[in-house]
T-cell receptor, first 114, second 114 residues
């Protein structure tokens, strides 16, 4: 069955520190991959997506993600975290030929220490 | 341009009652998706409309859930009768063009069934 795993339920980092959020997927082929962020009271916002090509993808707000086929991973990174990055982050896949529906991981809650 | 809106933002009902959730997608977006997040779990796909047609309702939990999209504009999701396990946050998302284009999410409706 297709699935997405985000191993870390909650992460706390200091402001200015680097960040890496992990995401692994289980799927028979390379799916379309996404990272979304949800701030309190807001809808989910797309940070970045990977369809094909360069495996290092740049997104909004200074985020990037790297697709590693051999590890079935799509980890999200940011070199220096800002207090405003505190939010919940969701990794998602859209399996090919399934209407664009998204399969989400459990989410990772990010807290930022001053 | 207005984003995806959902109404109500919160709903508290008793078991056995009926509730109707509404989603207004971004104007011109043909694709409309419903998702649900039960507390502590991942966000799960419910169904997908293209204009007024249901393309995929494989995620609908059971026949107590009925979704409609009148004239290909706004959509409603009715739960009748509501059960305790229906509690959660219901998200609506819309997208235009291709199936793997960015889905824009509403802020969600938090449903509590007592």
């Amino acid at each position: 069955a297709q699935s997405v795993t985000q191993p870390d339920i909650h992460i706390t980092v200091s402001e200015g520190a680097s960040l890496e959020l992990r995401c692994n997927y289980s799927y028979g082929a390379t799916p379309y991959l996404f990272w979304y962020v949800q701030s309190p009271g807001q809808g989910l916002q797309l940070l970045l997506k990977y369809f094909s090509g360069d495996t290092l993808v740049q997104g909004i707000k200074g985020f990037e993600a790297e697709f590693k086929r051999s590890q079935s991973s799509f980890n999200l990174r940011k070199p220096s975290v800002h207090w405003s990055d505190a939010a919940e982050y969701f990794c998602a896949v859209a399996p090919y030929n399934q209407g664009g529906k998204l399969i989400f991981g459990q989410g990772t809650e990010l807290s930022v220490k001053p | 341009e207005a984003g995806v809106t959902q109404f109500p933002s919160h709903s508290v009902i008793e078991k056995g009652q009926t509730v109707t959730l509404r989603c207004d997608p971004i104007s011109g977006h043909d694709n409309l998706y419903w998702y649900r997040r039960v507390m502590g779990k991942e966000i799960k796909f419910l169904l997908h409309f293209v204009k007024e047609s249901k393309q995929d309702e494989s995620g609908m939990p059971n026949n107590r859930f009925l979704a409609e999209r009148t004239g290909g504009t706004y959509s409603t999701l009715k739960v009748q009768p509501a059960e305790l396990e229906d509690s959660g946050v219901y998200f609506c998302a819309s997208s235009q063009g291709g199936l793997y284009n960015e889905q824009f999410f509403g802020p969600g409706t938090r449903l509590t069934v007592l």
